[in-house]
């Protein structure tokens, strides 16, 4: 038999292994900001640092700077070696390095500045998307490209799911993306509402399950058995939980979305597909934990095993209190509250952060021919760590718990027991310390592996190319016949990227299609009109803000919501919202109603409190907003907005509106911003403010004094 | 092993069968008909797995091929009777449950029956065990082989995987970087939750879309209905319900007390932590938009000044809670804070003093308060 010399590309393995560990290092450090601005607002000083910016660029920078670096350092050290081949092109790889880390710059700078979707994990702007795009394709082009020049016939399960991963990823950023941009720095969703909503979650969700999911299942198929030297538990397992998952997955988007106005059947699905997930869920973390079947007196003194033995724990845990929390009932509970932060953390700091310290634990000492500089500091890390996710999660279950119990609880006679928000946040402010301090823990321990990695580094000597050998796939012979089919589709790789591409379109497709095409879906309600010019500036200045990652604009249909808020939300409400707003999180009250006879307050008090919510309500944690009194929003903009929302749908090219509303939209900016200025001058001047008309606060007032109006006309009408 | 999976699928559909049952029937609680069908269930089955266990052993001195045969389509029988009966039981407590409630069984009896029958369950897996050694013995295994524990978990089979000890036997000649797999079984715990999972979606859909399940719009419906009549009896009964024709204004410090804590909260926001004002009017000094004294501060808080900003709280504080807050409010007069806003209004004069409350007394207490 013929033997082929190659070498493997440690090189690229180690420029991710790299920005992992800094982004890493700098998204948890963004993680600890935002943790210390709950206990301490002030932190929001500036407008860059503010929680609402922060927030996601906390959340992109862990998931796609972190996890997604890691993923590529697993993928790229793994292939190459379950393939018997290098990476088909080290140009290739190079440019999926640097496109990646521009990319993550570009966020970093983006993020601060406000320029955002305000679509959960999708905030990034159209011109970052479309980078996103070309680098995942050349991502999926190194990877096909090097598994059909293959030196192993079969492809093993990581490599399945690598393929599941680029496919699904490429699928639902593309379909999340649809969006018509007015400016370099600002687009609009294509999806209005409810719609919007769906797709957003169905994307969501997914980011979660073949982002920080099946590629991280694939690295632990990869490494676990390689630092355990122990047989894989079940091939058959393997293919059963690879492809339940995969197509169960897609559909559980809309548990995200239980009890809003999305439609019953679209949420039942949500419900259901999360259920029958457990299974699937578990079966990988059966075959990660029963791989180490006669290997855990390893466990005890081999740190890598060590700390994936956690990392597949928090997998099963977290991936069977999903499903739970999928339950409706456990769903009124537990949505909008700090227990869902609390549900991810465990999958993030557990399972992806675990992982990959495992990961790299294993890869240094390899690629730099040496020994890891200290065991001690390891064990270390494992510990503090393992401590700093106890102390991060259980606080917060706690919280939300207590919280929403507090949001449900009636009086004797019949009236909610905190009426005020505010109560239900400031009883739990002791339980964000903890967390601030378990995130801390869990930092100090970063740093702790970040020195133990570097000494190891400056130990050995790093070996770029490693050299290998292996003999080229023989034609297969003629009594190649009477194999398992879905052996045969271990050698087909093609087949096995249309396969995934069809398992994994079919939920999406039932669940959108209907939504989109079937007008009963979303019944209109007549008396909803479309935002002013003002108040669609003010909505970008929420947008720009990132409110809504406090704020939800979504009152659910149970009695404590509608006595808090006033009526429930519906479908019909949002026809004009792109993007839709709802939120995911309540750390202040929602907002659908805000300007409602129920819950409207002045337009001087609005002011104030952006000013500075604590000269108002002295224990509010909200951040203050004082540059909106000195930005001004951008009337040259106006027209492009309209011309926008009339593209998207939006009725401004009809009745009231005329003929080319957009070239006369400033003369109503201006009119209803000044009559908001003389609403509240008189009020606002005794204080010492300068109120002029064309400053952003004025905008968001506008809008904020909008939500929840147009029902409520609907009603006395109806009367 | 592959023999028993239909059967013990089936036995996982029960519980889960009836608790759909259970919950179609709530309505009238569960009808005499399960109960019925549940026994029905119990003897055939019972009977069954007497037939299968005597032509089991009559046939072990026989074949062993023929045995597994003979067996295993035993067992597919009696799989499909009990199905056959829970899909009667189901649509049996359909039809029953808009049946008078006359022959309800209790449900602490439901639950003590299925508890019953998942026990049964247990034994029968473990005879059913057992049975397998003595076949494996009648074949000529030794019994250590066979008699794999007597451990009941094991007995159950929950992981059916091979030791390591004999792990080459399945090892499959697949090897990546090293890596190599085995060909365990799926473990039928995870195997029946997988199941039980894709069964209890169908029961959901079915309960939620089909049958007569509360989807969230009707459930709000009841939880606001039940709220209401609640609310309607409670009004019923109360006697001395406070409104703006018979508040009164209290000063004990206690009331006072509730009264701030109230204010803090909810008012001063508006009206600033000492009353001096803010977005809404000083509260401090005698001028009154919408008038002054007990009655038509109670008013305005009651109502609200939608208009202006000034929120209606009936909907959120009862009317002693209202009535506190009130006389709080009023027990800041004359307090003079700094930064107090400019008066608005008309400077209010108390027009009857009936229970010549003295004036000096509202500074005290509002002083004392201050502190």
Known sequence: MEIEKFKYDNNIVRMFGNATILWGAIGMLVGLLVAFQFIFPSLSFMEYVSFGRVRPLHTNAVIFAFVGNGIFTGVYYSLQRLLKTRMYSDLLSKINFWGWQAIIVSAVVTLPLGITTSKEYAELEWPIDIAITIIWVVFGWNLFATILKRRERHLYVAVWFYIATFVTVAVLHLVNSFEL??????????????????????????????????????LMYYFVPKAANRPVFSYRLSIIHFWALIFLYIWAGPHHLLYTALPDWAQSLGVVFSIMLIAPSWGGMINGLLTLRGAWDKVRDNVVLKFMVVAITAYGMSTFEGPMLSLKNVNAIAHFTDWIVAHVHVGALGWNGFLTFGMLYYLWPIMFNTKLYSKKLANIHFWIGTLGILFYAIPLYWAGFVQSQMWNDFTNEGFLKYPNFLETVTNIIPMYAYRAVGGLLYYIGVLVMIVNLIKTAKSGVFVADEPAEAAPIKPIGKNYQDEHWHRFLERKPTLMLIGSLVVISIGGIIEMVPTFLVDSNIPTIKSVKPYTPLELHGRDVYISEGCNNCHSQMVRPFRSETERYGEYSKAGEFVYDHPHLWGSKRTGPDLAREGSSK????????????????????????????????????????????????????????????????????????????????????????????????????????????????????????? | ????????????????????????????????????????????????????????????????????????????????????????????????????????????????????????AVIIGVLFKSLNTLIKVAKGESFEEAEVTTDLFAALNLTDNIPIEREVDIMLDHNYDGITELDNNLPPWWKYMFYGTIVFAFVYIYHYH????????????????????????????????????????????????????????????CHGQLGEG??????????????????????????????????????????????????????LQGTKPANGKAPQGEKYVEEVVEDATPADSTVVIAATIAE
């Not at chain 2, 024709?245 to 209290?250: A, D, G, Q």
């Open chain 2, 210 to 269: 089909i049958g007569d399940g509360q989807l969230q719009t009707a459930e709000y419906l009841t939880e606001v209905e039940a709220a209401a009549a609640e609310k309607e009896t409670m009004m019923a009964n109360a006697t001395d319900l406070i409104t703006e024709e018979n508040v009164t204004y209290l000063i004990a410090a206690a009331d006072l007390a509730k009264g701030e804590a109230i204010y803090q909260g909810n008012c001063a926001t």
């Open chain 1, 599 to 719: 819950l409207r307050k002045p337009n001087s008090w609005h002011f104030k409190h952006m000013y500075d919510p604590r000269s108002l309500s002295p224990q509010s944690i909200m951040p203050a907003y004082p540059w909106l009194l000195d930005n001004t929003y951008d009337t040259s903009m106006t027209a492009a907005k309209i011309n926008a929302m009339i593209t998207l749908g939006v009725p401004y090219d009809e009745a009231p509106y005329g003929d080319n509303y957009a070239a006369r939209a400033n003369e109503d900016v201006i009119k209803q911003a000044n009559e908001i200025v003389e609403d509240m001058r008189a009020v606002l001047e005794e204080d010492g403010f300068d109120v002029e008309a064309d400053k952003e606060i004025i905008a968001l007032i506008a809008y904020l004094q909008r939500l929840g109006v147009d029902i409520e006309k609907g009603q006395t009408v109806k009367k």
């Open chain 2, 1 to 120: 092993m592959k023999r028993y999976n239909l059967l013990i699928a089936s036995f996982l559909c029960l519980p889960m069968m009836t608790f759909a049952g259970n919950s179609i029937a709530k309505a009238s609680g569960i009808s005499d008909a399960i109960l019925v069908t549940l026994l029905v269930c119990f003897i055939v089955l019972l009977l069954v797995i007497t037939k299968v266990l005597v032509s089991s052993i009559e046939a072990i001195g026989k074949e062993g091929k023929k045995v597994e045969k003979n067996d295993s389509q035993s067992t597919k029988i009696v799989s499909l009777i009990i199905l056959s009966s829970l899909s009667f039981s189901a649509q049996a407590a359909e039809t029953n449950a808009s049946i008078d409630s006359a022959y309800v069984l209790s449900n602490s009896l439901f639950w003590i029956l299925v508890g019953v029958i998942l026990l049964l």
């Open chain 1, 181 to 218: 941009p007015i400016s370099f720095t600002k687009s609009y969703s294509w999806y209005a509402g409810v719609q919007d909503a769906l797709v957003q979650w169905w994307y969501g969700h997914n980011a979660v399950a073949f982002f920080l999911t099946t590629p991280y299942l694939g």
């Open chain 2, 278 to 331: 803010g977005a809404g009017p000083n509260m401090t000094d005698e001028f009154w938009i919408h008038g002054g004294g007990i009655s038509n501060i109670f008013k305005t808080i009651k109502y609200g000044v939608p208009a202006k900003g000034m929120i209606a709280w009936q909907s959120q504080f009862s009317p002693s809670q209202m009535q506190k807050v009130a006389s709080y409010v009023l027990s």
